[in-house]
């Protein structure tokens, strides 16, 4: 869990791939539905373009797909989910309930800086940041030569509304899960190599 920017998609992708279990993403699949121009895309997109979550229904319902797949038997890691007291709740009623909880803290002035710089790569997902982790060359993915775009939710304007729906109907989530004593908040901020280390420590 954590702000839009704090580093969620980073963090989750890279314990994906070292751990060896599937990463899922609920803004990644819905972004690929709107790709694809999906029924399930066309619903998402204004709420997304505004800045807003996505109905409760929907996204569970995704999730809920995503989880009977096989490849989830020995545990994902959620990225994005839940994002509201209702999904928290849905997620346990689903007979997956979290084991650890991971939050990424971080202030408000280095997000707004990270995600009106951030882009990423259409084709891998990989993530860059027009100055402090620019590619090598400007708009191509250093790991797959993909083409690298700014969502569209990463307007200034956009973001300060994610900012404010993350502290009104996520925040929230963080207390159920503080009560549950599941939860670990680790400071997001330093290169991600040392945020890695400080995630895989408390999930050790
Ligand atoms: P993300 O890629 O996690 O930053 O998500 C991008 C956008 O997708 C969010 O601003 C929401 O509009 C939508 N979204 C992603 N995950 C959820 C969720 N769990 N609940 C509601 N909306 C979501």
Redesign the pocket.
Known sequence: MGA?GAG??TQARLLAERKGIPHV????I??EAQEHGTPLGRQ?RD??E???????D??VGI?EDRLRNGDCVHGCIL??????VT?ARALERLGNPPTSVVALVVPEEELVRRLTGRRVCRACGTMFHVTSNPPRVAGVCDRCRGELYQ?D?DLESTIRR?LE?YAEQTAPVLKHYRDAGLLHEVPGTGDREEVYQRVAATLR
């Open positions: 839009p969620k998609g993403s609920t803004g990644d819905l972004r998402a709420f997304m505004r800045g807003q979550l996505v109905p409760d929907v996204v999730v990225d994005g989910f839940p994002r509201t999904q969502r939710d994610r729906v």
